[in-house]
Nanobody, 121 residues
Framework: QVRLVESGGGLVQAGGHLRLSCSASGSIYSIDAMGWYRQAPGRQRELVAVISSGGSITYLDSVKGRFTISRDNAKNTVYLQMNNLKPEDTAVYYC???????????????WGQGTQVTVSS
């Protein structure tokens, strides 16, 4: 029963920037990985970036040097700073959070509703 609320998507021109935020709430005991995925029309969903509880980060090759993922553990929030955006970045971006629920200590894997990012040329 973990809810993820995403924000920050929108329409920008190529070369512009956006900052996505995703906040988790609910019966959370702890959070392990937090990440961002995206899905463009006609393409499969792909991992954009993920950050572990220890701070290890993995990026999709095509966004390296342009995107930065970070997290604020006190706020249960993960961010994706997207700079020098390109039209091929256009997609619905989904937040994903993995962790452990309170009381039951059962693993959870929650997804946000998705936020649209559109980059025009």
């Amino acid at each position: 029963q973990v809810r993820l609320v995403e924000s920050g998507g929108g329409l920008v021109q190529a070369g512009g920037h956006l900052r996505l935020s995703c906040s988790a709430s609910g019966s959370i005991y702890s959070i392990d990985a937090m990440g961002w995925y995206r899905q463009a029309p006609g393409r499969q969903r792909e991992l954009v970036a993920v950050i572990s509880s220890g701070g290890s980060i993995t990026y999709l090759d095509s966004v390296k040097g342009r995107f930065t993922i970070s997290r604020d553990n006190a706020k249960n929030t993960v961010y994706l700073q997207m700079n020098n955006l390109k039209p091929e970045d256009t997609a619905v971006y989904y937040c994903n959070v993995e962790g452990i629920l309170t009381t039951t200590l059962v693993d959870f894997d929650s997804w946000g509703q998705g936020t649209q990012v559109t980059v025009s040329s």
